[in-house]
Each structure stands twice: as C-alpha cells, then as structure tokens.
C-alpha cells in the first residue's frame, strides 16, 4: 500500500467536453463492444462497408488458430488501398491538405493536397510500372521521413506490389537481409536523410547493400539534401527525373481482399527478423476504424503520429488509417529535441495540431527537461493525446496530461503490435475513464484472454500472459515464404491463441496493464530487438567466444541493452575492446541495437543441457541480487556468483 499523501486521482473520467461529442460514449462502446463479440460477422459485416469495395463482400470470417492456421476475412471482396486513400477523397476533398510535411529544419514545411497526392502517387506507380514491377512484387524502401515514403507506399498499393519498408537506422547488412530475404528486385531510397541537423547516408548505405543483394537491379534514389553521392549507370535512377518522364494517369489495380499489402520485419525471441505480412481489405477497414475510434478522429482535424514510417505506427497510423478517413495527417522529419527541446509543442502551434500520437520514451526524455520549454508554447489547439510502443510509466502520464495537455486532453494509451497491424487494447477517448499506466480496455472485436504458463484460462483479477482468442481483421496472415514459423511463433505456445508475447495483469474492473514482453524480446525506446539477434552479432566478432543479452530497466528508453560477453581464450578485456564492440554491433544491425553495457563474464550460467538462464542474467543486470531465485540445477553455479561480483564492481 502506498502510506505517502497523495492527492492525484487514480482515475481520468473523459472529460465532458470530449464525452459529449465523441463517436462513442461509454454506454456506446459496451454496446458495440458486445455486438462485435457476441456476433463478429455481424458486426464486420456492417464496419466493413466503412471502406470502398470494388466487388462487395459476401463471405466475411474465416478463421482457424488451430492445425495449419489461416485467417481470412472479407475474402470474396475486392479493392485497392491507394484508391481509397485517395482517389475516394477527390470528389469532396481534392484541395484538403492531405499530409503535411514538417521537415527537420523548422523553415522547411509544406502541405500537399489530395490532388497532388494522386498525382504524385499516379507517376511514381507508373514509374515501377516501367522498370518491371508487377502485381505481388515486393519493393523495399528505405527513406527518411519525406512525403516520398508516403507516395512509395501508396504506389505500390496502386499498382498490387508489396512494399517493405527499412526503418532509415538499420545498417547496409539488415538492409541486405531483408532485401534478400523478401526478393526485391527495386529498392527506392534517398541520397541522404536529414534528422537533428545530422546527415544519414542513405544512399552510401543502400549501396553497401545491393553489393550483396544481386536480385536488386534497380535503384530509385529521392534528391533529399543535394549531397554527392556514387552512381551506378543502368541501376540508379533519380526519382524526379523518372516521374517527370511518364503519365499521370494509373488505374487502381483490382486486388482481392486477401492479396498482400506490406511486408514489415520485426524482431523475435529466435532467429533472424521475420517478415510480417498484412493483406489488403481486413487491415484497411481495421487500420481505418482504430483510427477513427481510438483518437476520436473528425473531419478538418489535423492529426500528429511522430513516428517513423519505417515502423508498423507509421505504416498504420501516419500513412493507411489516417488517409483512408481523408484525414490531414503530419509528418515529421525530424527529432523531438532539434533545434531544440520545444520542437514538438512548437509543431504542434504551428500546424494547429488536436490530435498527437507519440511514444513513452520521448515523452519522458522531455519530461526531464522540465515544464518551461513546453509552456511557453501554447498548445491549445490540442484535443486528444496518445502513447504507444511500451508501458507509459504513471509519472509520465501524469506529466503528459497535466503539462502537455493542461488536464484537458484525454490520453490514450495504445497497446498493438506489428503482428496485429493496429490498435488492440485502448481507451476511446470520450468513452472509457483511463487509468495511468493501463491500456485499459479492448477494441471491438478484440477478445483478450489470460492465461497460466501451462495455457490454463485465467478469469477475474488476475496476472499472466496475454493471448487473443479469436481473430481481428487487422491481424498478420503469415510470416513471408514461412508459413511454419507463423505456426510456431504465435499459435504453438498456447493451443488455439494468438500468443502476443506480452505479460499482463488484468484488475478488478477489467482493465488491462501490460507489463512487458515475457519472451527474449527487448524494447528499448520503444524499438523492438531479439537478444538472439545482438548475440548473433556479437558472436560473429573474432575476439568473442559467446554472448548473451537482456534487457534492464533504463530510465529513459524504458529499457537498455545488456550484454555479457565472453572472450576467446587468450583475449584480454580492455575499454578498447568494449567500444570495438559497441561500433561492432552498430555496423552488424544499426545504431538502434548498441549495447548501453557491456560486461565481461568468464562464464554464463547454464542448465547441465547447456541452456543459458536469461532469468539470472536479467537479474543481475536489474541489481536484484538478492532475487536470483533458484540457482542449484546449474552446471557451475559459481558463476553466478563472479558475475555478481563484476557487477557490483561495475556500479
Ligand atoms: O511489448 C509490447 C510493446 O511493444 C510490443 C510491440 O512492438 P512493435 O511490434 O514494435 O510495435 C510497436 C508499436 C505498435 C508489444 O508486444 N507495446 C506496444 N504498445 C504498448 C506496449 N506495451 C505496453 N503498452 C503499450 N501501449
């Protein structure tokens, strides 16, 4: 029990203003939430319409998360995504701002309509047209945050070819990859990107890839800051020069609900990153519902989703549900804290933004800067607030409530997942009274359950792992070229359940707390990493002999990187060497992934079977070493104990 004072509610009833005018109220939300359950087909049936079909559906579920496992929904309709972000807007919205671009440096902004959209998205899909790209292609992009990632996206949705999309930080090797591991044979980068006054060597990387991804026979490159960079004749292609040579006009391709849409790799406990794929009708409809529900979303409105479309958030809730509602949806190219820790509330004023979509570490990142460089904006334009990609400490929530939204603005806290291409667990801003720190409650048609680590239901308040009982349209079909592994890594663990990974409690009124990943998945400022993948790349240094990695709470980026290296015999540790490490794991995978610690470990506790106990290992990187539970069937348990040691050494 907490014995301090504390005068700060413990529940965030919506406010009146917001309730009174929302989509849904709280009597509405148990209604729908109940229909969408009790009878999905039903319900879908009906939210499927939200879209615009080619060919209108008859048959609407069809799913199984046993055996072979498929899901299918909307499977006899036809459609194209690009088409309906955009070409449905033209009658009634041709000169509404579509995205509004905020560039790195605050001088640089502009807005493009729906009209330029087409246009722009028409040329660059008769572009891939002409260099040999067909339906159920795959396309990778890899760009900074510019309005060109956006037309890439919706181009290949035009013309039926699957894009994938590599977040601008990962290294020419996972670029490599993921090029290789999906086939692309057109990769559409940038010279360079520009984030914090910084340049990214965009192009200088991609090359570094296509050295050793051979199928990749040509490159578009996007002029973003002017920079020199190499050439390749007959594979490179400068982007302006190629749309200005072809039509503007490009007929939507007629795709079938269940044709693939994206590609999006993500990592997991094993292995290399998986390519999650998403298909056409049922991720529209739910990416476009969420986003309408979940933040409330209403016509004229301008709405702010700062991350990087090279993650699920931007695929989802930048580019496809934002658009496919005709939204104004804002994209940033820059960082929270260029020019300076204002940039964001400064944004916000500037475009009058009411809805804005950011995540956990950087609102804590600039809640230690104090209150000043957010009140000297004046953010009144703000309406609703969102958070997504980790558990939102309470401290935090309440200082995103209180000094960004000045206790008017609801705040929802969004739990959802690559796999689950859109918002599974949420408040509704005028409908459910929030908690700080819980994502409170399921989205139509979300049926979460709790389980024991033996698969046994567990009802009422209670605290276990988190799986979904049935399907959502929104949902993951396959890992691409590995159906097997979608099997195993989702639907193995708990027989019948979509196992998301996640650890949760649920409290007397129902309401969900995820409290982290229960799997060897880390998230470090809100970016998800599978320890296998750092090991693997440590290991591949000649001087290491084996490594294993945990994640360890970090104030900041929730949590960091931990790394216990064991050297080669004949290897001495040195500072050097750590920071030779460090540069190593950067160049493998991408700044993303460096280790925040490093510690050398003569041995690593293992079973006698030789399996290593991650569970001790995070232990000892918490400091919690007095919780290190049982510790007698391993093989040397005197380990632990010089591990221990180190550790304390280290501070
Ligand atoms: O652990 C959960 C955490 O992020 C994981 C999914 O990461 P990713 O596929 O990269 O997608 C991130 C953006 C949707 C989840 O398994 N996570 C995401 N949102 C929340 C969260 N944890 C707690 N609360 C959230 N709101």
Known sequence: MNTTPNTTPSTFPPPEAVAKSAWVDAEGYARMYEQSVKDPEAFWGEHGKRIDWMRPYTKIKDVSFTGDVHIRWFFDGTLNVSANCIDRHLADKADQTAIIWEGDNPAESKHITYRELHEQVCRLANVLKAKGVKKGDRVTIYLPMIPEAAYAMLACARIGAMHSIVFGGFSPDSLRDRLVDCDSHLLITAD?????????????NADEALKESPNVKTQIVVRRTG?????????????????????????????????????????????????????????????????QYVFDYKPGEVYWCTA???????????????????????????????PSVSRFWEVIDKHNVSI???????????????????KKTSRKSLRILGSVGEPINPEAWLWYHKVVGDERCPIV????????????ISPLPGATTAKPGSATLPFFGVQPVVVDNDGKLLEGE???????????????????????????TYFSTFEGKYFTGDGCRRDADGYYWITGRVDDVINVSGHRMGTAEIESALVAHPKVAEAAVVGYPHDLKGQGIYAYVT??????????LRKELVTWVRKEIGPIATPDL????????????????????????????????????LADPNVVTELVDNRMNHG
């Open 227 to 291: 920079g020199e960079v190499a050439w390749t004749e007959g594979r490179d292609f400068w982007y302006d020069e190629e749309i200005a040579k072809v039509s503007a006009d490009c007929p939507p391709e007629e795709m079938s609900a269940e044709d693939p849409l994206f590609i999006l790799y993500t990592s997991g406990s094993t292995g290399k990153p998986k390519g999650v794929l998403h298909t056409t009708g049922g991720y529209l409809v739910y990416a476009s519902m969420t986003h």
């Open 567 to 576: 050297l080669n015999a004949g290897e001495h540790p040195s500072d050097e």
């Open 192 to 204: 360079e990107g520009l984030r914090g006054g910084r340049k990214v060597p965009l192009k200088k």
């Open 462 to 488: 209670t605290e276990g792992n988190l799986c979904m009982a049935d399907s959502w349209p929104g949902q993951m079909r396959t890992v691409f070229g590995d159906h097997a592994r979608f099997v195993q």
């Open 308 to 338: 990087d479309v090279g993650w699920v958030t931007g695929h989802s809730y930048i580019v496809y549900g934002p658009l496919a509602n005709g939204a104004t949806t804002l994209m940033f190219e820059g960082i929270p804290n260029y």
């Open 356 to 374: 804005f979509y950011t995540a956990p570490t950087a609102i804590r990142a600039l809640m230690r800067e104090g209150e000043a460089p957010v």
């Open 598 to 633: 490093i510690q050398w470990a003569p041995g690593l506790p293992k079973t006698r079977s030789g399996k290593i106990m991650r569970r001790i290992l995070r232990k000892i990187a918490a400091n919690e070493h007095e919780a290190l539970g049982d510790t007698s069937t």
């Open 413 to 424: 806290d969004t739990f959802w997942q690559t796999e689950t291409g859109g918002i599974l």
